[in-house]
């Protein structure tokens, strides 16, 4: 199974297949594996299976070390947090986590101040302008407050984590909801980032 693999010249994370989200336009339903043949795992690789496979590699050649995967990384956030500590045992690398910004919903509780020292960068879904809109393409499991929990979320990242982004996928919102979430972003003193859409070849 797939734990870990290249992306450009960074090493990208697969931890789990678990999501709080079903998006309409999660790469999860066009193919088996994106940058990699399958990203589907038989089962969650444990800890000490995250950090063997990380060990076989040089991770001081790589850019950055990205959590991200076909499932939300903070579905395992205590598990995510000790190959952290793994990753920041044997290298400086930066580390980046991708996510859709769930961890206190998922946790319970502030996650936030658990990220410091930990991640570099985390780049978080907005993927719309508003609570209900989101709902409507991402489908989570918390309903219209999972929208409000993600942007509580990335405003608290912010004083724990050196750059945080709030990303939306291009071709997914219309144009003028684009405006409105640079403006979320930019009230929050975070950046916009626009994805591509990735779609499945012909
Ligand atoms: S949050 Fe990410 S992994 Fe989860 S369904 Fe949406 S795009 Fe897919």
Aim: aromatic share 8%; charged share 25%.
């Amino acid at each position: 199974m797939t734990i870990t693999y290249p992306v450009g010249n960074s090493l990208y994370l697969n931890i789990t297949n678990r999501c709080t989200n079903a998006c309409e336009f999660c790469v999860r339903t066009q193919s088996d594996g994106y940058y990699a043949d399958n990203l589907w795992l038989e089962r969650e690789p444990t800890v000490q299976e995250i950090c063997n496979d990380l060990a076989s590699h040089n991770l001081d050649g790589y850019d950055e070390i990205v959590f991200c995967g076909y499932g939300e990384p903070t579905c395992r956030f205590d598990d995510m947090l000790a190959v952290c500590d793994y990753i920041r045992s044997v290298t400086k690398t930066p580390i980046r986590l991708n996510t859709n910004g769930h961890a206190d919903l998922i946790c319970g509780r502030d996650t936030t101040p658990e990220l410091q020292g930990r991640f570099d960068t985390i780049s978080i879904s907005l993927n719309a302008a508003s609570a209900e809109e989101y709902q409507r393409i991402c489908h989570s499991v918390y309903g219209e407050a999972a929208y409000d929990a993600m942007l509580t979320f990335a405003a608290n990242a912010k004083k724990y984590v050196p750059r945080v982004i709030l990303s939306v996928v291009h071709g997914t919102i219309p144009d003028a909801d684009l405006d409105l979430c640079r403006e979320i972003a930019s009230s929050r003193g975070l950046e916009l980032r626009i994805r591509d859409y990735i779609r499945k070849e012909q």
